[in-house]
């Protein structure tokens, strides 16, 4: 451990030529200094982004201060949701910050300070991630591809470093819907009929130039150098000129095998079919399959994919029916995965809604977050689609693709420790947690004496020495010394929605 200068992600050259033997060993000594790696990455990838966020927040803060919140200029809320907007965070989780922000502070003596708006900044981002920002969480696994794909194969390799098994997502074969984890067959799941060995299958699915033939040449460079896996990737994308010819590059930049289709094996089915024989009688551990990102319209496309799902529910069948007929194995794919331009999340999102109805996505892969000032969306496209980030490609190279890990990330965004680029520790991101649980402790005692104190029919309104804490403007101006049982309080999120946003949101009350 320890070297991981030569590879820092700054110096990383853009391509990498994954063939030779000294890459492969370097691999494995730098295992251990993938936590940091991981961390790293994310400071890099999401500078752009960072940058503008951070700035936004200061403007904030500044105007607490520097007499421009309150009644004339905008307030720190305000100014908030514009750069929460801005990063491309989504409205949703804008209005999410700001209510839990008014409700926080609402009859409280205090007025926020810097570290307080991180705290709440960085639970509702990883709420909005499907992620809950506890404190007593184990430290995240960095390096989840290798972990889970090595305890459910026979591989003896990626022993010695970050081992993770038994971490909240890492656990048995779960993976799946709302697991960060990339899932894998178990040596105890029933082999598909002929089967010798497990054989797990991703199906991959992308529209064109999101970066989908990169990202599955990463990910297999990953599965077979951290976990040893033997890999074979099926160029189904036989519509896009040029798919096939690069995806073939990519699996000998990688050091896999590529199954291609023939001159009478040339639909996107067919060559799957090949690819599931080929897996299974070849003794491989994954499949990796490319499909098409672009047919004559999008329901075609639709059509296209659902048919090669049902492909491989029937070819990794496990069992016979009555009539001695395969039944099809719902269980497979192992994953199905989006591949998503993080600066394009928005447009991407229609067709995604329509795949995820029609197929089942299992999770999403976000790429170019190294590119582009809107990693925010990050967050905006995981709440809508209600699908975990599972990966995050940070770059053009061979190992630009990192497990998303929700805290990494969220620091990343926001300056906190290693991820935000700081040389701090990552305690920097739990001490941001356990203020946040502070906040939201002592929001709940107040709330204790309100339920109290008040009639179930009092209007919501905030009575302390006879001023009212103006919503928004959380300069408050409730006295410092504030005996809470003189006072009357009320529970209700005070306040409307700041500057005519839809005020639907009210009743999603930041209690938990
Ligand atoms: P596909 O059409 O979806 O298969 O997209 P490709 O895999 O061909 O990628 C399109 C372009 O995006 C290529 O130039 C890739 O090098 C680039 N690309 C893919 N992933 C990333 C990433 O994470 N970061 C950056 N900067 N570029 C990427």
């Given at each position: 451990?320890?070297?991981?200068?030569?590879?820092?992600s700054?110096?990383?050259p853009?391509?990498?030529?994954?063939?030779?033997?000294?890459?492969?060993?370097?691999?494995?000594?730098?295992?251990?200094?993938?936590?940091?790696?991981?961390?790293?990455?994310?400071a890099?990838?999401?500078?752009?982004?960072?940058n503008?966020?951070?700035?936004?927040?200061?403007?904030?803060?500044?105007?607490?201060?520097?007499?421009?919140?309150?009644?004339?200029?905008?307030?720190?809320?305000?100014?908030?949701?514009?750069?929460?907007?801005?990063?491309?965070?989504g409205?949703?989780?804008?209005?999410?910050?700001?209510?839990?922000?008014?409700?926080?502070?609402?009859?409280?003596?205090?007025?926020?300070?810097?570290?307080?708006?991180?705290?709440?900044?960085?639970?509702?981002?990883?709420?909005?991630?499907g992620?809950?920002?506890?404190?007593?969480?184990?430290?995240?696994?960095?390096?989840?591809?290798?972990?889970?794909?090595?305890?459910?194969?026979?591989?003896?390799?990626?022993?010695?470093?970050?081992?993770?098994?038994?971490?909240?997502?890492?656990?048995?074969?779960?993976?799946?819907?709302?697991?960060?984890?990339?899932?894998?067959?178990?040596?105890?799941?029933?082999?598909?009929?002929?089967?010798?060995?497990?054989?797990?299958?991703?199906?991959?699915?992308?529209?064109?130039?999101?970066?989908?033939?990169?990202?599955?040449?990463?990910?297999?460079?990953?599965?077979?150098?951290?976990?040893?896996?033997?890999?074979?990737?099926?160029?189904?994308?036989?519509?896009?000129?040029?798919?096939?010819?690069?995806?073939?590059?990519?699996?000998?930049?990688?050091?896999?095998?590529?199954?291609?289709?023939?001159?009478?094996?040339?639909?996107?089915?067919?060559?799957?079919?090949?690819?599931?024989?080929?897996?299974?009688?070849?003794?491989?551990?994954?499949?990796?399959?490319?499909?098409?990102?672009?047919?004559?319209?999008?329901?075609?496309?639709?059509?296209?994919?659902?048919?090669?799902?049902?492909?491989?529910?029937k070819?990794?069948?496990?069992?016979?029916?009555?009539?001695?007929?395969?039944?099809?194995?719902?269980?497979?794919?192992?994953?199905?995965?989006?591949?998503?331009?993080?600066?394009?999340?928005?447009?991407?999102?229609?067709?995604?809604?329509?795949?995820?109805?029609?197929?089942?996505?299992?999770?999403?892969?976000?790429t170019?977050l190294?590119?582009?000032?809107?990693?925010?969306?990050?967050?905006?496209?995981?709440?809508?689609?209600?699908?975990?980030?599972?990966?995050?490609?940070?770059?053009?190279?061979?190992?630009?693709?990192?497990?998303?890990?929700?805290?990494?990330?969220?620091?990343?965004?926001?300056?906190?420790?290693i991820?935000?680029?700081?040389?701090?520790?990552?305690?920097?991101?739990?001490?941001?947690?356990?203020?946040?649980?502070?906040?939201?402790?002592?929001?709940?005692?107040?709330?204790?004496?309100?339920?109290?104190?008040?009639?179930?029919?009092?209007?919501?309104?905030?009575?302390?020495?006879?001023?009212?804490?103006i919503?928004?403007?959380?300069?408050?101006?409730?006295?410092?010394?504030?005996?809470?049982?003189?006072?009357?309080?009320?529970?209700?999120?005070?306040?409307?929605?700041?500057?005519?946003?839809?005020?639907?949101?009210?009743k999603?009350?930041?209690?938990?």
């Amino acid at each position: 451990g320890g070297g991981g200068r030569p590879y820092s992600s700054k110096c990383r050259p853009r391509y990498r030529d994954g063939t030779s033997l000294g890459m492969v060993f370097d691999f494995f000594k730098k295992a251990s200094t993938d936590a940091s790696e991981q961390m790293s990455a994310f400071a890099t990838g999401l500078a752009k982004t960072r940058n503008q966020l951070l700035y936004g927040l200061e403007d904030s803060l500044a105007s607490l201060y520097d007499g421009r919140g309150g009644a004339g200029g905008g307030n720190l809320l305000d100014k908030l949701e514009d750069t929460l907007l801005q990063a491309d965070i989504g409205l949703a989780t804008t209005e999410d910050v700001l209510s839990e922000a008014r409700f926080l502070r609402e009859e409280s003596t205090e007025i926020f300070g810097r570290d307080d708006v991180r705290a709440l900044l960085r639970g509702k981002l990883l709420e909005a991630l499907g992620a809950s920002a506890g404190e007593g969480r184990a430290s995240c696994d960095y390096v989840r591809v290798r972990a889970r794909a090595g305890s459910a194969g026979a591989s003896s390799s990626g022993g010695g470093s970050g081992g993770v098994e038994g971490t909240e997502e890492g656990d048995g074969v779960g993976g799946g819907r709302g697991s960060f984890a990339l899932r894998f067959a178990g040596e105890g799941d029933a082999r598909p009929i002929s089967a010798s060995r497990p054989l797990t299958v991703y199906l991959v699915m992308g529209a064109n130039g999101m970066g989908k033939t990169t990202t599955i040449g990463k990910l297999a460079y990953r599965l077979r150098n951290e976990a040893g896996k033997r890999v074979l990737l099926a160029a189904c994308d036989t519509f896009r000129a040029g798919a096939v010819a690069q995806l073939e590059q990519w699996a000998s930049r990688s050091g896999v095998d590529c199954h291609s289709p023939s001159e009478n094996t040339n639909g996107p089915s067919a060559v799957l079919y090949g690819a599931l024989d080929r897996a299974i009688d070849g003794g491989y551990d994954v499949l990796l399959v490319d499909t098409s990102g672009r047919l004559s319209n999008n329901d075609a496309l639709t059509a296209e994919l659902v048919k090669m799902k049902r492909v491989i529910q029937k070819r990794m069948s496990t069992k016979f029916d009555e009539n001695i007929k395969p039944v099809p194995n719902a269980d497979v794919p192992h994953e199905t995965l989006l591949v998503i331009d993080a600066a394009q999340g928005r447009i991407a999102l229609d067709s995604a809604k329509q795949w995820d109805k029609e197929l089942g996505l299992t999770g999403l892969i976000l790429t170019k977050l190294d590119g582009s000032a809107k990693g925010g969306s990050v967050v905006a496209v995981s709440r809508e689609l209600g699908l975990p980030v599972k990966l995050v490609g940070v770059g053009e190279g061979i190992e630009d693709l990192k497990d998303f890990d929700p805290e990494s990330f969220v620091d990343g965004l926001l300056g906190i420790g290693i991820a935000g680029g700081g040389t701090t520790t990552k305690s920097e991101g739990k001490a941001l947690a356990s203020r946040l649980n502070q906040m939201r402790k002592e929001r709940n005692e107040r709330a204790k004496v309100t339920v109290k104190k008040v009639q179930a029919s009092s209007p919501p309104k905030i009575v302390a020495g006879g001023k009212m804490a103006i919503p928004g403007n959380l300069d408050s101006t409730v006295p410092e010394n504030l005996n809470t049982n003189d006072v009357e309080f009320a529970v209700s999120v005070g306040g409307g929605v700041a500057r005519g946003k839809p005020k639907n949101k009210k009743k999603k009350k930041g209690k938990r």
